[in-house]
């Protein structure tokens, strides 16, 4: 897994929806978002994180965690 910085529309909610994902100095924007869920729950200890399963303009398929512990916000898998 890597850190990446992504880059979200905000509609009705802040950071609702991923467009794009800043992965080594590349900008690849998201083609769709195929799967997204919160982990978790607001009442238990660790609390929850958002995460997303997104296809880019690659073609590539990568998993988003939301991960507040580190400098840019969220981690990836890619190419799954």
């Not at 660790?46 to 073609?59: A, K």
């Amino acid at each position: 897994m890597i850190e990446v910085t992504v880059e979200f529309y905000s509609g009705f909610q802040a950071d609702e929806t991923p467009r794009a994902l800043l992965i080594d100095g590349r900008r690849l924007l998201v083609r769709s978002v195929i799967r997204r869920e919160i982990v978790g729950s607001v009442m238990s200890q660790g609390g929850y994180h958002r995460t997303f399963v997104v296809e880019l303009e690659d073609g590539s398929i990568w998993h988003l965690r939301e991960a507040p512990e580190i400098p840019a916000g969220w981690i990836a898998e890619g190419n799954l």
